[in-house]
């Protein structure tokens, strides 16, 4: 038996983690983070296993815990700092932003993320709650985990749908795609526009998490 909870700690960053892999480069100038729990530790750790980060800016509701956060960042080699609660600036100047809050209402302005840039959102999983606003949805390119998990959980995706500003078919690729290197060439350009992956969390995932910690723990 293992634990629900410390799975999901694994599970999301591991899950971010691939993404990121295959949307961004070896670089990250500006990694811009909102939230200062678990996964926001997680997270950075993961960003740190597969990229090289040059700044990191720590956005949070309570500073003590932005600068709990900021300090280990800094003990693991990163340059970073608290932001501002609003993100405006931060996140003008951002190649890759994370969003692991439980906030309910979008988190900064989408019109300010720069093009090229990645956003990953992971905080909310419920049709009536979102992490991005509706501008930065219908101006990127979008991946999921599953379309059929997305359309059913992921208020980021479903809110603009209701507004009528993106639809079933504005999802660039699911994460299999980017693993698999299926060919998104008729896709309106992907790198010349934000690249937003929107993850939910699913069964087989914490499944595939469990069986890696088994074999690990075998040896």
């Not at 937003?196 to 595939?208: R, T």
Request: charged share 20%.
């Amino acid at each position: 038996m293992l634990d629900g909870a410390a799975l999901t700690t694994l599970r999301t960053p591991a899950v971010s983690a691939l993404a990121i892999r295959h949307l961004t480069g070896p670089v990250l100038r500006h990694l811009v983070l909102f939230g200062t729990g678990p996964q926001a530790y997680g997270h950075l750790a993961a960003v740190h296993a597969e990229r090289r980060v040059e700044r990191v800016t720590v956005i949070g509701r309570t500073p003590h815990r932005v600068a709990a956060l900021v300090e280990h960042a800094r003990g693991l080699g990163m340059d970073a700092r608290a932001g501002e609660a609003h993100g405006a600036q931060e996140v003008a100047t951002a190649d890759l932003v994370i969003c692991c809050t439980t906030s309910a209402t979008p988190l900064f302005d989408g019109t300010l993320v720069p093009d090229g840039a990645v956003v990953v959102a992971v905080g909310s999983h419920t049709p009536e709650a979102r992490e991005v606003d509706t501008a930065l949805v219908s101006r990127s390119a979008v991946f999921v985990e599953s379309r059929a998990a997305a359309l059913s959980e992921a208020g980021d995706l479903l809110i603009p749908m209701a507004e009528g500003a993106f639809g079933t078919d504005d999802i660039t690729g699911t994460l299999a795609d980017l693993v698999a290197g299926r060919n998104l060439g008729g896709k309106p350009a992907v790198r010349e526009r934000p690249r937003f992956f929107k993850s939910v969390g699913m069964g087989w995932e914490d499944l595939a998490i469990a069986a890696a910690v088994y074999r690990d723990s075998a040896l």
